[in-house]
Protein backbone atom coordinates (compact mmCIF):
# COMPACT_ATOMS: atom_id res chain seq x y z
CA UNK A 1 0.00 0.00 0.00
CA UNK A 2 2.50 2.90 1.06
CA UNK A 3 5.00 1.76 -1.69
CA UNK A 4 2.27 1.69 -4.18
CA UNK A 5 1.44 5.49 -2.61
CA UNK A 6 5.26 6.53 -2.85
CA UNK A 7 4.99 5.12 -6.88
CA UNK A 8 2.03 7.36 -7.75
CA UNK A 9 3.47 9.95 -5.89
CA UNK A 10 7.08 9.58 -7.89
CA UNK A 11 4.88 9.36 -10.92
CA UNK A 12 3.08 12.80 -10.29
CA UNK A 13 5.80 14.62 -9.08
CA UNK A 14 7.79 13.54 -12.07
CA UNK A 15 5.16 14.81 -14.17
CA UNK A 16 4.81 17.76 -12.68
CA UNK A 17 8.39 18.74 -13.27
CA UNK A 18 8.12 17.61 -16.81
CA UNK A 19 5.16 19.64 -17.03
CA UNK A 20 6.70 22.94 -15.32
CA UNK A 21 4.78 25.52 -17.35
CA UNK A 22 1.88 24.65 -15.55
CA UNK A 23 3.11 26.17 -12.65
CA UNK A 24 4.86 29.27 -14.02
CA UNK A 25 1.13 29.85 -16.26
CA UNK A 26 -0.40 29.41 -13.04
CA UNK A 27 1.13 31.79 -11.20
CA UNK A 28 1.62 34.34 -13.92
CA UNK A 29 -2.29 33.71 -14.01
CA UNK A 30 -3.02 34.20 -10.57
CA UNK A 31 -1.25 37.62 -10.43
CA UNK A 32 -2.46 39.00 -13.64
CA UNK A 33 -6.19 38.28 -12.31
CA UNK A 34 -5.85 40.24 -9.07
CA UNK A 35 -4.74 42.98 -11.61
CA UNK A 36 -7.40 42.73 -13.64
CA UNK A 37 -10.01 43.00 -10.12
CA UNK A 38 -7.69 46.13 -9.65
CA UNK A 39 -8.32 47.79 -12.99
CA UNK A 40 -12.26 46.71 -12.99
CA UNK A 41 -12.94 48.27 -9.39
CA UNK A 42 -10.33 51.32 -9.83
CA UNK A 43 -6.54 52.42 -8.35
CA UNK A 44 -8.44 53.56 -5.06
CA UNK A 45 -6.05 52.16 -2.60
CA UNK A 46 -8.84 52.88 0.34
CA UNK A 47 -11.39 50.21 -1.45
CA UNK A 48 -8.41 47.95 -2.36
CA UNK A 49 -7.39 46.15 1.22
CA UNK A 50 -11.04 45.24 1.68
CA UNK A 51 -11.41 43.50 -1.31
CA UNK A 52 -8.64 41.70 -1.34
CA UNK A 53 -9.44 38.91 0.33
CA UNK A 54 -11.99 37.79 -1.04
CA UNK A 55 -10.53 39.04 -4.64
CA UNK A 56 -7.89 36.07 -3.44
CA UNK A 57 -10.47 33.00 -2.93
CA UNK A 58 -12.44 33.75 -5.72
CA UNK A 59 -9.06 34.16 -7.75
CA UNK A 60 -7.36 30.59 -5.96
CA UNK A 61 -11.09 29.12 -6.20
CA UNK A 62 -10.68 29.43 -10.42
CA UNK A 63 -7.50 28.50 -10.91
CA UNK A 64 -7.75 25.02 -8.46
CA UNK A 65 -10.66 24.47 -11.03
CA UNK A 66 -8.84 25.39 -14.15
CA UNK A 67 -5.92 23.43 -12.80
CA UNK A 68 -7.92 19.91 -11.71
CA UNK A 69 -8.48 19.62 -15.21
CA UNK A 70 -4.72 19.54 -16.35
CA UNK A 71 -4.75 16.19 -13.40
CA UNK A 72 -7.57 14.82 -14.66
CA UNK A 73 -8.36 15.13 -17.90
CA UNK A 74 -4.93 14.70 -19.79
CA UNK A 75 -4.30 11.68 -17.98
CA UNK A 76 -7.66 10.06 -18.98
CA UNK A 77 -6.85 11.50 -22.54
CA UNK A 78 -3.96 9.43 -22.94
CA UNK A 79 -5.40 6.44 -21.30
CA UNK A 80 -2.76 6.33 -18.08
CA UNK A 81 -5.90 7.10 -15.68
CA UNK A 82 -7.26 3.60 -17.36
CA UNK A 83 -3.84 1.77 -17.08
CA UNK A 84 -3.15 2.88 -13.57
CA UNK A 85 -6.49 1.13 -12.32
CA UNK A 86 -5.83 -1.46 -14.49
CA UNK A 87 -2.38 -2.21 -13.00
CA UNK A 88 -4.71 -2.34 -9.89
CA UNK A 89 -3.76 0.95 -8.17
CA UNK A 90 -5.89 1.84 -5.46
CA UNK A 91 -8.89 4.41 -6.85
CA UNK A 92 -8.34 6.49 -3.78
CA UNK A 93 -4.49 6.25 -3.23
CA UNK A 94 -4.68 7.61 -7.38
CA UNK A 95 -6.95 10.65 -6.14
CA UNK A 96 -5.12 11.48 -3.08
CA UNK A 97 -1.68 11.10 -4.80
CA UNK A 98 -2.95 13.55 -7.37
CA UNK A 99 -4.16 16.09 -4.30
CA UNK A 100 -1.25 16.07 -3.12
CA UNK A 101 0.86 17.01 -5.94
CA UNK A 102 -1.68 19.67 -6.89
CA UNK A 103 -1.57 21.44 -3.54
CA UNK A 104 2.14 21.27 -3.70
CA UNK A 105 1.78 23.27 -7.16
CA UNK A 106 -0.77 26.00 -6.76
CA UNK A 107 -0.72 26.62 -2.63
CA UNK A 108 3.12 26.57 -2.29
CA UNK A 109 3.29 29.58 -4.81
CA UNK A 110 0.52 31.14 -3.82
CA UNK A 111 1.60 31.65 -0.30
CA UNK A 112 4.90 32.96 -1.72
CA UNK A 113 2.34 35.59 -4.67
CA UNK A 114 0.56 36.35 -1.92
CA UNK A 115 2.49 38.60 0.82
CA UNK A 116 4.03 40.69 -2.93
CA UNK A 117 0.76 41.49 -3.84
CA UNK A 118 -0.63 42.33 -0.74
CA UNK A 119 2.25 45.05 -0.50
CA UNK A 120 0.89 46.33 -4.11
CA UNK A 121 -2.51 46.28 -2.98
CA UNK A 122 -1.79 48.12 0.42
CA UNK A 123 -3.26 45.05 2.22
CA UNK A 124 -2.87 45.20 6.21
CA UNK A 125 0.22 43.25 7.00
CA UNK A 126 -1.49 42.58 10.11
CA UNK A 127 -4.36 40.58 8.75
CA UNK A 128 -1.67 38.71 6.16
CA UNK A 129 -0.84 35.14 8.53
CA UNK A 130 -4.88 34.79 9.15
CA UNK A 131 -5.19 34.75 5.39
CA UNK A 132 -2.32 32.61 4.63
CA UNK A 133 -3.52 30.10 7.65
CA UNK A 134 -7.13 30.19 6.16
CA UNK A 135 -5.47 29.01 2.60
CA UNK A 136 -3.52 26.34 4.40
CA UNK A 137 -6.80 24.72 5.82
CA UNK A 138 -8.59 25.61 3.17
CA UNK A 139 -7.17 24.83 0.05
CA UNK A 140 -7.04 20.52 0.66
CA UNK A 141 -11.06 20.77 0.94
CA UNK A 142 -11.01 22.81 -2.28
CA UNK A 143 -8.58 20.69 -3.99
CA UNK A 144 -10.05 17.66 -3.52
CA UNK A 145 -13.81 18.60 -4.46
CA UNK A 146 -12.24 19.89 -7.69
CA UNK A 147 -10.87 16.73 -8.60
CA UNK A 148 -14.01 15.58 -7.74
CA UNK A 149 -15.69 17.82 -10.45
CA UNK A 150 -13.33 17.03 -12.95
CA UNK A 151 -14.22 13.45 -12.56
CA UNK A 152 -17.99 14.48 -13.07
CA UNK A 153 -17.40 16.51 -16.52
CA UNK A 154 -14.57 13.90 -17.92
CA UNK A 155 -16.51 12.09 -20.04
CA UNK A 156 -18.14 15.26 -21.57
CA UNK A 157 -17.62 16.27 -24.89
CA UNK A 158 -19.74 19.22 -24.58
CA UNK A 159 -20.69 21.49 -21.68
CA UNK A 160 -17.64 21.66 -20.23
CA UNK A 161 -18.47 24.33 -17.97
CA UNK A 162 -20.98 22.15 -15.65
CA UNK A 163 -18.17 21.36 -14.22
CA UNK A 164 -18.53 24.64 -12.28
CA UNK A 165 -21.86 24.74 -12.38
CA UNK A 166 -22.36 20.99 -10.19
CA UNK A 167 -19.58 21.59 -7.55
CA UNK A 168 -20.69 25.28 -6.73
CA UNK A 169 -22.75 24.53 -4.28
CA UNK A 170 -19.87 22.67 -2.34
CA UNK A 171 -17.62 24.92 -2.33
CA UNK A 172 -20.14 27.73 -0.44
CA UNK A 173 -19.68 26.83 3.38
CA UNK A 174 -15.67 26.56 2.13
CA UNK A 175 -15.76 30.18 1.14
CA UNK A 176 -17.89 31.46 3.82
CA UNK A 177 -16.01 30.28 6.76
CA UNK A 178 -12.80 31.17 5.24
CA UNK A 179 -13.18 34.49 5.04
CA UNK A 180 -14.87 34.76 8.14
CA UNK A 181 -11.37 34.55 9.68
CA UNK A 182 -11.20 38.61 9.53
CA UNK A 183 -13.86 38.76 11.32
CA UNK A 184 -11.88 37.27 14.69
CA UNK A 185 -13.81 34.24 15.05
CA UNK A 186 -10.95 31.73 15.75
CA UNK A 187 -13.35 28.58 16.00
CA UNK A 188 -13.64 28.52 12.43
CA UNK A 189 -10.12 27.22 12.04
CA UNK A 190 -11.69 24.11 13.66
CA UNK A 191 -14.98 24.20 11.50
CA UNK A 192 -12.30 24.33 8.08
CA UNK A 193 -10.47 21.40 9.91
CA UNK A 194 -13.95 19.68 10.47
CA UNK A 195 -14.93 20.61 6.73
CA UNK A 196 -11.63 18.77 5.71
CA UNK A 197 -11.94 15.25 7.76
CA UNK A 198 -15.91 15.50 6.17
CA UNK A 199 -14.33 16.14 2.48
CA UNK A 200 -11.53 13.80 2.93
CA UNK A 201 -13.19 10.62 2.84
CA UNK A 202 -16.48 11.88 1.18
CA UNK A 203 -14.53 13.18 -2.21
CA UNK A 204 -12.23 9.77 -2.30
CA UNK A 205 -15.07 7.60 -2.24
CA UNK A 206 -17.13 9.84 -4.40
CA UNK A 207 -13.95 9.61 -6.71
CA UNK A 208 -13.67 5.91 -6.83
CA UNK A 209 -17.13 5.10 -7.84
CA UNK A 210 -16.64 7.58 -10.49
CA UNK A 211 -13.51 6.22 -11.59
CA UNK A 212 -15.18 2.99 -11.74
CA UNK A 213 -18.05 4.32 -13.47
CA UNK A 214 -15.52 5.69 -16.47
CA UNK A 215 -13.99 2.40 -17.02
CA UNK A 216 -17.16 0.26 -17.90
CA UNK B 1 -42.18 -4.23 -1.24
CA UNK B 2 -39.06 -2.02 -2.40
CA UNK B 3 -38.16 -4.99 -4.73
CA UNK B 4 -41.30 -5.91 -5.82
CA UNK B 5 -41.83 -2.77 -7.58
CA UNK B 6 -38.63 -2.81 -9.37
CA UNK B 7 -39.50 -4.27 -12.67
CA UNK B 8 -40.67 -0.77 -14.00
CA UNK B 9 -43.68 -2.28 -16.05
CA UNK B 10 -45.47 -3.35 -12.62
CA UNK B 11 -45.02 -0.02 -11.12
CA UNK B 12 -46.44 1.33 -14.26
CA UNK B 13 -49.58 -0.83 -13.78
CA UNK B 14 -49.70 -0.08 -9.65
CA UNK B 15 -49.25 4.05 -10.75
CA UNK B 16 -51.73 3.62 -13.40
CA UNK B 17 -54.05 2.87 -10.59
CA UNK B 18 -52.60 5.08 -7.82
CA UNK B 19 -52.73 8.25 -9.85
CA UNK B 20 -56.63 9.24 -10.14
CA UNK B 21 -56.44 8.41 -6.01
CA UNK B 22 -53.96 10.67 -5.24
CA UNK B 23 -54.59 13.90 -7.29
CA UNK B 24 -57.96 13.36 -6.18
CA UNK B 25 -56.98 13.12 -2.58
CA UNK B 26 -54.89 16.32 -3.21
CA UNK B 27 -57.98 18.09 -4.14
CA UNK B 28 -60.03 17.13 -1.65
CA UNK B 29 -57.54 18.46 1.15
CA UNK B 30 -56.97 21.48 -0.99
CA UNK B 31 -60.56 22.70 -0.60
CA UNK B 32 -60.54 22.29 2.76
CA UNK B 33 -57.17 23.76 3.60
CA UNK B 34 -57.76 26.85 1.34
CA UNK B 35 -60.80 27.92 3.59
CA UNK B 36 -58.73 27.23 6.30
CA UNK B 37 -55.78 29.56 5.30
CA UNK B 38 -58.06 32.16 3.78
CA UNK B 39 -60.98 32.61 6.35
CA UNK B 40 -60.86 30.36 9.21
CA UNK B 41 -57.94 31.37 10.32
CA UNK B 42 -56.86 34.35 12.52
CA UNK B 43 -54.22 36.62 10.95
CA UNK B 44 -51.50 37.17 13.68
CA UNK B 45 -51.09 39.73 16.28
CA UNK B 46 -48.13 41.30 14.37
CA UNK B 47 -47.41 40.25 11.02
CA UNK B 48 -51.12 40.46 10.29
CA UNK B 49 -52.56 38.85 7.32
CA UNK B 50 -49.61 38.24 5.94
CA UNK B 51 -49.31 35.10 8.35
CA UNK B 52 -51.44 33.30 5.26
CA UNK B 53 -47.89 32.75 2.80
CA UNK B 54 -47.23 30.36 5.55
CA UNK B 55 -49.34 27.98 4.87
CA UNK B 56 -47.70 27.85 0.96
CA UNK B 57 -44.04 28.49 2.27
CA UNK B 58 -43.59 25.82 5.13
CA UNK B 59 -44.94 23.18 3.15
CA UNK B 60 -43.14 23.70 0.17
CA UNK B 61 -39.60 24.32 2.46
CA UNK B 62 -40.33 20.44 4.02
CA UNK B 63 -40.93 19.15 0.60
CA UNK B 64 -37.83 20.61 -0.68
CA UNK B 65 -36.40 18.82 2.15
CA UNK B 66 -38.09 15.56 1.76
CA UNK B 67 -37.88 15.24 -1.76
CA UNK B 68 -34.25 15.43 -1.77
CA UNK B 69 -34.20 12.65 1.00
CA UNK B 70 -35.97 10.58 -1.28
CA UNK B 71 -33.46 11.22 -3.83
CA UNK B 72 -30.57 10.42 -2.18
CA UNK B 73 -32.36 7.22 -0.59
CA UNK B 74 -32.81 6.12 -4.16
CA UNK B 75 -29.16 7.17 -4.98
CA UNK B 76 -28.51 4.80 -2.60
CA UNK B 77 -30.55 2.23 -3.77
CA UNK B 78 -29.44 2.27 -6.93
CA UNK B 79 -25.55 2.69 -6.46
CA UNK B 80 -25.79 -0.65 -3.53
CA UNK B 81 -28.66 -3.05 -5.35
CA UNK B 82 -28.59 -1.24 -8.73
CA UNK B 83 -32.29 -0.94 -7.88
CA UNK B 84 -33.96 -0.34 -11.49
CA UNK B 85 -36.75 2.11 -10.65
CA UNK B 86 -34.87 4.02 -8.09
CA UNK B 87 -32.88 5.79 -10.99
CA UNK B 88 -36.30 6.63 -12.70
CA UNK B 89 -37.55 8.20 -9.31
CA UNK B 90 -34.66 10.35 -9.05
CA UNK B 91 -34.71 11.81 -12.20
CA UNK B 92 -38.49 12.37 -11.88
CA UNK B 93 -37.51 13.99 -8.44
CA UNK B 94 -35.23 16.39 -9.49
CA UNK B 95 -37.28 19.00 -11.39
CA UNK B 96 -40.17 18.42 -8.59
CA UNK B 97 -37.91 19.33 -5.75
CA UNK B 98 -36.51 22.09 -7.81
CA UNK B 99 -39.91 23.18 -8.03
CA UNK B 100 -40.58 23.36 -4.25
CA UNK B 101 -37.29 25.21 -3.49
CA UNK B 102 -37.91 27.80 -5.96
CA UNK B 103 -41.73 28.41 -4.10
CA UNK B 104 -39.91 28.48 -0.87
CA UNK B 105 -37.73 30.86 -2.10
CA UNK B 106 -40.25 33.24 -3.76
CA UNK B 107 -42.83 32.85 -1.23
CA UNK B 108 -40.50 33.76 1.87
CA UNK B 109 -39.32 36.63 -0.32
CA UNK B 110 -42.73 37.64 -0.28
CA UNK B 111 -43.45 37.01 3.00
CA UNK B 112 -40.10 38.94 4.32
CA UNK B 113 -41.02 42.11 2.81
CA UNK B 114 -43.74 42.74 4.97
CA UNK B 115 -41.93 41.53 7.93
CA UNK B 116 -38.47 41.55 7.92
CA UNK B 117 -38.46 44.66 5.50
CA UNK B 118 -36.33 43.28 3.00
CA UNK B 119 -36.89 40.84 -0.15
CA UNK B 120 -33.81 39.11 0.79
CA UNK B 121 -30.62 38.33 3.70
CA UNK B 122 -27.64 36.82 3.37
CA UNK B 123 -28.55 34.40 6.78
CA UNK B 124 -27.53 30.69 7.17
CA UNK B 125 -31.46 29.35 6.58
CA UNK B 126 -31.86 31.05 2.87
CA UNK B 127 -28.60 31.14 1.74
CA UNK B 128 -28.57 27.07 2.39
CA UNK B 129 -32.18 27.19 0.72
CA UNK B 130 -30.68 28.53 -2.25
CA UNK B 131 -27.89 26.36 -2.35
CA UNK B 132 -30.12 23.55 -2.16
CA UNK B 133 -31.58 25.00 -5.30
CA UNK B 134 -28.80 25.09 -7.12
CA UNK B 135 -28.09 21.49 -6.37
CA UNK B 136 -31.23 20.57 -7.49
CA UNK B 137 -30.03 22.63 -10.79
CA UNK B 138 -27.02 20.30 -11.28
CA UNK B 139 -28.98 17.39 -10.72
CA UNK B 140 -30.58 18.15 -13.31
CA UNK B 141 -28.08 19.57 -15.68
CA UNK B 142 -25.91 16.57 -14.78
CA UNK B 143 -28.63 14.09 -15.89
CA UNK B 144 -29.58 15.75 -18.76
CA UNK B 145 -25.74 16.16 -20.20
CA UNK B 146 -24.87 12.26 -21.10
CA UNK B 147 -26.14 10.79 -24.34
CA UNK B 148 -25.92 7.67 -22.20
CA UNK B 149 -28.68 7.91 -20.11
CA UNK B 150 -27.71 4.91 -17.39
CA UNK B 151 -23.96 6.49 -17.42
CA UNK B 152 -25.70 10.31 -16.60
CA UNK B 153 -27.99 8.31 -13.77
CA UNK B 154 -24.84 7.02 -12.23
CA UNK B 155 -23.35 10.13 -11.60
CA UNK B 156 -26.59 12.16 -10.90
CA UNK B 157 -26.51 9.26 -7.63
CA UNK B 158 -23.15 10.05 -6.76
CA UNK B 159 -23.44 13.81 -6.98
CA UNK B 160 -26.78 13.42 -5.16
CA UNK B 161 -25.17 11.42 -2.14
CA UNK B 162 -22.53 13.85 -1.89
CA UNK B 163 -25.12 16.88 -1.75
CA UNK B 164 -26.95 15.32 1.47
CA UNK B 165 -24.26 17.21 3.60
CA UNK B 166 -26.89 20.00 2.88
CA UNK B 167 -29.43 18.38 4.36
CA UNK B 168 -28.45 18.69 8.13
CA UNK B 169 -27.14 22.10 7.50
CA UNK B 170 -30.38 23.80 6.18
CA UNK B 171 -32.56 21.88 9.09
CA UNK B 172 -30.19 23.43 12.02
CA UNK B 173 -29.42 26.30 10.57
CA UNK B 174 -31.36 28.05 12.80
CA UNK B 175 -30.36 26.70 15.81
CA UNK B 176 -26.81 26.82 15.29
CA UNK B 177 -26.47 30.36 13.69
CA UNK B 178 -28.04 33.37 15.27
CA UNK B 179 -30.58 34.06 11.85
CA UNK B 180 -33.17 36.24 11.32
CA UNK B 181 -35.64 33.55 10.20
CA UNK B 182 -37.39 32.10 13.28
CA UNK B 183 -36.32 28.84 14.26
CA UNK B 184 -38.70 25.73 13.83
CA UNK B 185 -42.30 26.22 16.33
CA UNK B 186 -44.56 23.24 14.53
CA UNK B 187 -43.30 21.07 17.69
CA UNK B 188 -45.77 21.05 20.15
CA UNK B 189 -42.80 20.19 22.62
CA UNK B 190 -41.12 23.22 21.42
CA UNK B 191 -41.73 26.37 23.31
CA UNK B 192 -43.10 29.01 21.16
CA UNK B 193 -44.94 26.69 19.50
CA UNK B 194 -47.82 27.00 16.76
CA UNK B 195 -51.49 27.33 17.82
CA UNK B 196 -53.86 25.16 16.76
CA UNK B 197 -55.73 27.04 14.77
CA UNK B 198 -52.85 28.05 12.49
CA UNK B 199 -51.70 24.42 12.83
CA UNK B 200 -55.25 23.35 11.08
CA UNK B 201 -54.55 24.90 7.60
CA UNK B 202 -51.13 23.85 7.62
CA UNK B 203 -51.80 20.70 8.48
CA UNK B 204 -54.42 20.52 5.56
CA UNK B 205 -52.23 22.32 3.01
CA UNK B 206 -49.50 19.77 3.66
CA UNK B 207 -51.22 16.67 3.22
CA UNK B 208 -52.88 18.36 -0.52
CA UNK B 209 -48.94 19.00 -1.13
CA UNK B 210 -47.76 15.89 -0.49
CA UNK B 211 -50.26 13.90 -2.46
CA UNK B 212 -50.29 16.75 -5.23
CA UNK B 213 -46.08 15.65 -5.49
CA UNK B 214 -46.71 12.13 -5.63
CA UNK B 215 -49.53 12.60 -8.43
CA UNK B 216 -46.69 14.37 -10.18
CA UNK B 217 -44.25 12.29 -9.46
CA UNK B 218 -46.40 8.95 -11.13
CA UNK B 219 -46.80 11.40 -13.78
CA UNK B 220 -43.20 11.71 -14.26
CA UNK B 221 -42.44 8.01 -13.65
CA UNK B 222 -44.34 6.55 -15.84
CA UNK B 223 -43.42 9.30 -18.58
CA UNK B 224 -39.59 7.95 -18.19
CA UNK B 225 -40.27 4.71 -18.22
CA UNK B 226 -42.65 5.56 -22.17
CA UNK B 227 -39.51 7.54 -22.99
CA UNK B 228 -37.20 4.84 -22.34
CA UNK B 229 -39.26 2.15 -24.00
CA UNK B 230 -39.04 4.38 -27.19
CA UNK B 231 -35.15 4.42 -26.62
CA UNK B 232 -35.00 0.93 -26.84
CA UNK B 233 -37.20 0.73 -29.80
CA UNK B 234 -35.01 3.23 -31.32
CA UNK B 235 -32.16 1.64 -30.86
CA UNK B 236 -33.44 -1.54 -31.76
CA UNK B 237 -34.77 -0.06 -35.30
CA UNK B 238 -31.06 1.33 -35.82
CA UNK B 239 -29.59 -1.77 -35.25
Known amino acids: ?216 | MIFKFANPLKFQKLAKKLQPITISLSLLLLFPGLFYSFFASPPDYLQGETVRIMYVHVPCAWFSLMIYSIIAICSFLSIIFKHALADIISRSCAPIGACFTLATLVTGSIWGKPTWGTWWVWDARLTSELVLLIIYLGLIILSNSYEDKKKGDRYVSILALIGIVNLPIIKWSVDWWNTLHQPASISKFSSPSIDASMLTPLFFMTFSFFFFFISILLVRIRGEIIQRKIDVIKFNQIR
Open chain 1, 1 to 216: MITDFLKLLEREINLSIKNHSVLFSFSVFFVISLLIFVFAFGPNLDDIPNLYTPVVWVVLLFSIMLISDNFIHNDYLDGSLKELQFLGYNEELILSCKSIVMWGIIILPTLFLIPICSLFLNFKLLDLPNLLINILLASPSLILIALVSSLFSIQLKRNRILQFVIIFPFFVPIIIFSTSINNSQNNSFLILIGIFLVTLPVSLTAGRLIMKEINK
